[in-house]
């Protein structure tokens, strides 16, 4: 039991102002293994007026200086590697290994890269006449989900911090201990005090007070495309910038002459990967009409290869989904599925066998899908993928396109040549080709509704800073 009284406000930890508590639960047995404050919006209040406090010393911090307490930070996620791990294990779900590998070794990559970028990244050039500045945008209210409970936060804070911004995070109800252990290493970091501020909370009290603040200069948020609509437009109110990374409803493109083993492959690990809870996750598989069957056969097998259950486990590739909430939505969207048309290839509604307890669905492969229907239009957030079938190149654009979302996606073809040329069409912002690897450095975010602004990397930075110009 990770019981919390506190939240970290202008570098110690304070106990909040009301008494509400938020439980924690883990999803595999549905007990509750954790308690935070569940803050408001006085919380919010003293965090915000700390940061502001704290920005003019920050923004005047020497870069390289900046630079030193951002790769301190990093050590001290990697000295709380395995308590990270077991932590996002405990409240999300996620396979022990997957969380050990993505849960804490990526947003350990990620502050190194941006101690890193914050010593050499150059905040003043020169154009014609002029000097050119990049100055922090001010204290910053970051909001993150519980997919990717710390990976979300160092994605913000880390940047932030590398700009000499100061900041304040509401991190996700359902996910927030693993962001005690983010605090805990900002303090070991020994960030100044009000740098960084934690305030746990619900989203609808804390979160819409943070996102509303006006000593809130900047705010970047992470979560559903309804949210993000409604604090985007609190942001144009107020005439001030936002970050938005929203949903997705990724496209995995196999053109003719692709190794449609290798792509389908790859393309439910991708799915399966935090039990389909990932935004970027190429939930449609789009084949040509030639392969469909073949391609839906290799689903199946490759599914199969993904066992659901116990995330302590040795062998369990997909864990339980993130809360009773979140399985009644997928389990909704499968039965949607099957009612328009679709069939499960396998999976489908009900809960796996020997898995009563926890927050359990079935992996699953739904064929017969058409482009307008709804598995294949909303972002399910579930290990589900959908095979849809096109006729050419122009038909299978049409319908990766197709959807409100434009966030990642994948190409395979005969070469690199072809594939490049299919995805610079793509009105998505990430698209890996012909099995590319993931790049901490690249620039993450989406088109459409699946939101506006750039994470990770240079992109990342520059969210954060904004421009001034002095003639002469």
């Known amino acids: 039991m990770q019981a919390h009284d ?10 909040p102002l009301g008494t509400s508590a938020i439980e924690v639960r883990d999803p595999s047995h549905e ?16 965090a915000v007026a700390a940061a502001r406090a704290a920005l003019p010393g920050w923004a005047a911090t020497a870069p390289a200086r900046r630079a030193e307490h951002l790769t301190a930070l990093r050590d001290a996620l990697a000295a709380r590697r395995e308590e990270i791990a077991d932590t996002v294990t405990s409240e999300l779900g996620a396979p022990l290994s997957f969380a050990r590998a993505v849960h804490a070794d ?14 050499t990244y150059e905040f003043e050039e020169r154009v014609g006449n002029s000097r050119v500045f990049q100055d922090p945008v ?19 804070a880390a940047p932030a911090l590398a700009a000499g911004c100061t900041m304040v995070l509401k991190p996700a109800e359902d996910t927030p201990l ?19 501020n934690l305030v746990t909370g619900h989203g609808p009290e804390a979160g819409e007070a943070l996102a509303g603040h006006p000593d809130v200069d900047m705010v970047s948020f992470t979560g559903s495309t309804a949210v993000g609509a409604r604090i985007g437009a609190a942001a144009g109110r107020a005439v001030r910038p936002v970050a938005l990374e929203l949903g997705g409803k990724s496209a995995n493109v196999v053109l003719p002459g ?15 990967a935090n039990s389909g809870q990932t935004c970027s996750a190429w939930t449609r598989l789009l084949v040509h009409e030639s392969h469909y069957e073949e391609a839906v056969e290799l689903a199946v097998a490759a599914a199969a290869r993904h066992p659901v259950g116990d995330p302590r486990a040795d062998g369990t590739r997909v ?33 796996p066998a020997g898995l009563a307890r926890g927050y359990y669905v079935r992996p699953t492969v739904l064929a017969g899908v058409t482009p307008e229907m709804t598995v294949a239009q909303e972002e399910i957030f579930g290990p589900v993928l959908a095979v849809l079938s096109f006729v050419d ?3 299978a654009l049409r319908i990766a396109d197709g959807t409100d979302y434009g966030l990642s996606g994948a190409v395979w073809a005969r070469d690199e040549e072809e594939a490049v040329a299919f995805a610079r069409r793509l009105r998505t912002g990430q698209v890996d080709v012909n099995g590319g690897r993931f790049n901490p450095l690249a620039p993450f975010g989406g088109h459409k509704r699946s939101g506006v602004g750039r994470e990770l990397g240079r992109h990342g930075l520059t969210e954060y800073l904004h421009t001034q110009s002095l003639q002469f």
């Open 258 to 272: 692709a190794d449609l083993t290798r792509a389908v492959k790859a393309g439910v690990a991708n799915v399966m």
């Open 178 to 196: 693993v962001a005690q252990l983010f605090a805990e290493a900002v303090a070991a970091a020994g960030l100044p005090p009000g740098v960084f």
């Open 319 to 351: 864990g339980p989904l993130v809360s009773a909430a979140q399985r009644e939505r997928v389990t909704g969207y499968l039965e949607k599925g099957l009612a328009e048309g679709a069939h499960a290839a396998c999976g489908g509604p009900g809960v």
């Open 393 to 395: 190149a122009e038909d």
């Open 6 to 15: 506190a939240m970290f406000i202008d570098g110690s930890w304070r106990p």
């Open 31 to 46: 007990g509750v293994i954790g308690e935070v404050p569940a803050g408001g919006a006085a919380d919010v209040d003293a």
């Open 106 to 119: 990526l947003p350990i990559t990620v502050a190194g890269s941006y101690a890193r970028l914050a010593a």
């Open 138 to 156: 001010g204290v910053v209210g970051a909001i993150t989900p519980w997919n990717y409970p710390l990976h979300q936060v160092v994605a913000k």
